[in-house]
């Protein structure tokens, strides 16, 4: 499901902003519409929406709703594994404190008078 909605979103994508480019912009004739006179046209009523507005309109929707999608998915997100669980590996036979040879053993050093620690005192 994760796929169909990625592989969606990069299509939605790339035809939004093929679709943006083709678009003119509002002030692609403001030299024009401001020497007539007619600069209602600019700053006012555009009149019916083009078919290209529309197809924008509708690639922008479903932008808007595969974006919150792929938002939930990855919040909520299923943490079970497809691999098998593995346990470590145990010592058959796990030598005891006991039976540590003397050498073995670590010593720690004999503490000695708490005045000698700190000589600048």
Do not use: W
């Amino acid at each position: 499901m994760t796929t169909f909605i990625i592989t969606l979103h990069i299509i939605v994508c790339v035809l939004l902003v093929l679709i943006v480019l083709l678009q003119s912009g509002k002030g692609a004739e403001m030299g024009v519409s401001m020497g007539q006179g007619s600069s209602q046209t600019l700053f006012g009523a555009a009149g019916p929406a083009t078919a290209l507005a529309k197809i924008t309109t509708g690639v922008a929707i479903v932008f808007m709703l595969t974006s919150l999608s792929l938002a939930y998915v990855s919040g909520h997100r299923n943490e079970a594994s497809i691999m098998k669980p593995v346990s470590p590996r145990t010592e058959t036979e796990k030598p005891s404190v006991s039976d540590a040879s003397p050498e073995t053993k670590t010593q720690l050093p004999e503490k000695t008078d708490p005045s000698q620690d700190n000589p600048a005192q």
